[in-house]
């Protein structure tokens, strides 16, 4: 698996052209490899250095680069699906400089900050991109795979829709949808309070939950959360997470909620 890493980051202002190679996967194939490959029955995950960003249109427990180990955390409780993974061991810290923002996810997960991850059309137009992202469940259903990705999306980019249920049915679609363009099916929550930042921020955020067309990994549900967090000066972060449900080796509904919760600022 070859990840791409910004050592010297460029414009902010490039092209999609400037993907040197893109990857199509299939369903929950989040591979960070800059490949070009065809999938079956797939959906596309692009990833490039954090630098290339397009325009917007109207396991290990030492720490990776941009990321620090974190504090052991409690017992995550039970899942209720006993084919879900517990996380143990220490967690590790995630961050995005651009958004001055971090989060924690368990040991086992691949920190990736310098990385940029997201899903592009089967006319390959890039429709959803994050960056500060890490990476849950490595190699879950195949080589480069994962069941979980979660990062910042840039406000007011692609991939923000103005409103969190507009974006969250955004990257519901853009992760369900077939290769060939079918749009999967599935429902949207109410917006809802999340205690972030230790309970010194109460954010908000909205959970989309499609049924993927014709996944090629065994993935009955995907559920996009989207939080935005209120930052100083009137600013916002928005933080996705993209996770496959009711599958074995998913983590726990608990590990995703303690992950969300610690979204906070670099200080």
């Known amino acids: 698996m070859a990840e791409s890493k910004a050592s010297t980051p460029g414009p902010t202002g490039g092209s999609g052209s400037r993907l040197a ?4 996967v299939a369903l929950l194939v989040l591979l960070v490899v800059l490949v070009a490959a065809a999938g079956v029955l797939a959906w596309r995950l692009v990833a490039q250095p954090a630098g290339d960003v397009p325009p917007p249109t109207a396991p290990s427990t030492s720490a990776a680069p941009g990321t620090s180990a974190a504090a052991t955390p409690s017992p ?3 899942s209720g699906t006993p ?9 590790q810290s995630v ?3 651009k958004d001055a923002m971090a989060y924690d996810v368990p040991g086992s997960w691949r920190p990736g900050p310098e ?4 899903f592009e059309s089967s006319e390959g137009e890039v429709q959803a991109i994050m960056h500060g992202v890490a990476f849950g469940g490595d190699d879950w259903c195949g080589p480069g795979s994962s069941h979980t990705l979660v990062g910042f999306v840039t406000p007011g980019s692609r ?3 103005g409103t969190i249920e507009a974006t969250a049915t955004h990257w519901a679609v853009s992760a369900g949808q077939s290769e060939d363009g079918k749009t999967p099916t599935g429902s949207l929550g109410d917006p809802r309070p999340v205690e972030v930042d230790g309970g010194r921020t109460t954010a908000t955020a909205v959970t989309a939950t499609t049924t993927p067309v014709d996944p090629e990994c065994a993935v009955p549900t995907l559920e996009v959360t989207v939080v935005s967090v209120p930052r100083a000066a009137g600013k916002t972060a928005l933080f996705v997470m993209v996770a496959g449900r009711d599958v074995d080796g998913a983590d726990s509904d608990a590990t995703l909620v303690r992950v969300i919760a610690s979204i906070r600022p670099t200080r």
């Open 21 to 24: 190679v893109i990857i199509v």
């Open 76 to 78: 995550a409780g039970p």
């Open 83 to 91: 084919s879900m993974a517990q996380p143990t061991g220490p967690w």
């Open 95 to 97: 961050t995005s400089a």
């Open 115 to 118: 990385t940029l991850a997201g």
């Open 159 to 161: 991939s923000d829709k």
